[in-house]
């Protein structure tokens, strides 16, 4: 009997079983050492986050409400049960007004639609009536049941623009306030020309180094938006030249030699020094003034000449 032998082919090489994937704990153990590390405990970390989650969603509520005109619709209702238990706007008190016309300001402060005290914008109020230009800042307040209380601060008469034939009076910032007429414009330096009330400031300054010649002063005039021309009590005119520092030092020059020579006053019709070198003084004509006025002013014109070339 034959042997037959059978060949047996080898076994496939069996798959390495994998350990499980131990993932999710190694983050989770992470995450409990990161939560451990804090210098929190647990329990306050997990109320710290309730709140936040209810914060958030309070807020995401509140928007979708103010977005859905919920929230408007509410105070609607507010201020109109407010309004029936009869707080209602029915007094504004005004403090702080002097000069400012007392109506004007109740007008704006009762422009409101809705006169429930819970109704009114504050801010609102106060925005119109910063547009009234006599005031340079208010505050409004509620008094209940029924009154506004206005507490203006005002701001203060400096000079008088003349402007396209026409008078304004203007505080010191070149803020025009109201219309004026000759008969009733204060007595304020008289500023004429296209943006002379915007130069007020400048003029002040400029007068400060002459503060002898401030009380003489009548008026001024922005000429070509570039110099003044000062205009006296006693009617002369003084030219001045363009830049604030010229300015400056041919007013203060001018100023020493008036008080030196008693320039003003003595019939001279206009100085002219637009020109540092030069010192122009401009007579009238024979027979425009007494022939003693005229021959003061021809003695100021020496005296003027006679100091100049002693400063040479």
């Known amino acids: 009997m034959s042997k037959t032998q059978i060949k047996r082919g080898k076994a496939p ?21 990161i939560i451990n590390a804090l210098p929190i405990s647990p329990q306050r970390l997990q109320k710290v986050a309730n709140w936040t989650i209810g914060l958030s969603l309070c807020a995401v509520v509140a928007i979708a409400a103010h977005a859905t005109g919920v929230t408007a619709k509410i ?55 910063m547009r009234y230009g006599w005031i340079k800042d208010a505050r409004v307040s509620r008094r209940l049941p029924d009154t506004l209380v206005v507490d203006i ?79 006296f009590r006693s009617g002369e005119t003084l030219s001045l030249p363009e830049g604030e520092a010229e300015a400056k030092a041919a007013l203060a020059k001018f100023a020493h030699m008036d008080g030196a020579n008693r320039l003003l006053g003595r019939g001279i019709l206009r100085f002219d020094m637009r020109d540092p070198a030069r010192f122009v ?14 021959d003061d002013a021809r003695a100021a014109v020496d005296a003027v000449a006679a100091a100049t070339s002693n400063e040479g």
């Open 281 to 294: 003084l401009r007579l009238p004509h024979e027979g425009q003034v007494a022939p003693a006025k005229l």
């Open 153 to 231: 601060v005002e701001r203060t008469p400096a000079a008088i623009w003349q402007h396209n034939n026409r008078l304004s009076l203007i505080d010191e910032k070149g803020v025009v306030l109201e219309p004026v007429t000759v008969a009733t414009m204060p007595d304020l330096p008289l500023v004429i020309g296209p943006k002379a009330n915007q130069r007020s400031q400048d003029l002040d300054r400029l007068l400060t180094e002459a503060s002898s010649l401030k009380e003489l002063l009548a008026g001024a005039t922005w000429v070509g938006n570039r110099r003044w021309d000062l205009r």
């Open 75 to 129: 105070h609607e209702e507010y201020a109109q049960a407010v309004g029936r238990a009869g707080f209602q706007v029915k007094k504004v008190e005004v403090v702080g007004a002097d000069r400012i016309d007392r109506l004007k300001v109740y007008d704006i402060a009762l422009a409101q639609k809705d006169r429930s005290m819970a109704a009114v914008d504050l801010e609102d109020v106060r925005a119109d009536l």
């Open 13 to 33: 090489p069996r798959r390495p079983t994998r350990a499980p994937k131990k993932r999710r704990k190694v983050q989770t153990s992470r995450l409990n050492a």
